[in-house]
């Protein structure tokens, strides 16, 4: 059974830092791209950053201006994001996700969600 | 980036009643366009990708339909289970954006 278990959110002041986690299990992690997509209170779905299977290539959304780093740890099978110079709206839940196929360029959809982490940013 | 447009955001509808939700690209996307559901505090469900390619588990009165830029989702008899927030999600290009989403109420 695949499984994403997320940990690493909570609550952090204006300017600060969080790394988010994500680890992987039942499936072979290391042969699958990756991605964040994060959802702002009330709000859609927004795609924040993708990354091949070994890490050699990562992708963000226009909006994010370098703020965000994705990374990877095939050895402990966990993807990361790392956010710095938080702002009250990237208070939002994020959600990793896994490609359903394992090319980043096969245009594939997410077919497995982790469970979400809220990440509040506040003063 | 490739802007999606969904449409309505939201609506009201009854058990049985047959409900159509349309997501337009901004560009042609091909066939690479995903339906998910959402419940309220739950993470998105895949349901369809490649436009009509239903996943695993997922009942047969969901069907997807479209090409280049307009793109539906059908659910023929609308059950209990299917109130939710529904997202069209285009696949072509590398920042995989959404659709705003439509949430389907009870009437």
């Known amino acids: 059974e695949v499984q994403l278990l997320q940990s690493g959110g909570g609550l952090v002041q204006p300017g600060g830092s969080l790394r988010l986690s994500c680890a992987a299990s039942?499936?072979?992690?290391?042969?699958?791209?990756m991605s964040w997509v994060r959802q702002a209170p009330g709000k859609g779905l927004e795609w924040v950053s993708a990354?091949?299977?070994?890490?050699?290539?990562?992708y963000y959304a226009v909006s994010l201006k370098g703020q965000f780093t994705i990374s990877r740890d095939n050895s402990k099978n966990t993807l990361f994001l790392q956010m710095n110079g938080l702002r009250a709206e990237d208070s939002a839940v994020y959600y990793c996700?896994?490609?359903?196929?394992?090319?980043?360029?096969?245009?594939?959809?997410?077919?497995?969600w982790g469970q979400g982490i809220l990440v509040t940013v506040s003063s | 980036d490739i802007q999606m447009t969904q449409s309505p955001s939201s609506l009201s509808a009854s058990i049985g009643d047959r409900v159509i939700i349309t997501c337009r690209a901004s560009q042609s996307i091909g066939s690479y366009l995903s339906w998910y559901q959402q419940k309220p505090g739950k993470a998105p469900n895949l349901l369809i990708n490649s436009t009509s390619t239903l996943q695993s588990g997922v009942p047969s009165r969901f069907s997807g339909s479209g090409s280049g830029t307009d793109f539906t989702l059908t659910i023929s008899s609308l059950q209990p289970e299917d109130f939710a927030t529904y997202y069209c999600?285009?696949?072509?290009?590398?920042?995989?954006?959404f659709g705003r989403g439509t949430k389907v109420e009870v009437k």
């Open positions: 990354i091949t299977n070994d890490g050699a290539g990562a």
């Open positions: 996700a896994k490609f359903q196929t394992p090319a980043l360029t096969a245009r594939g959809a997410f077919d497995y």
């Open positions: 039942g499936f072979t992690f290391n042969t699958y791209a």
């Open positions: 999600q285009q696949s072509y290009a590398l920042a995989r954006t």
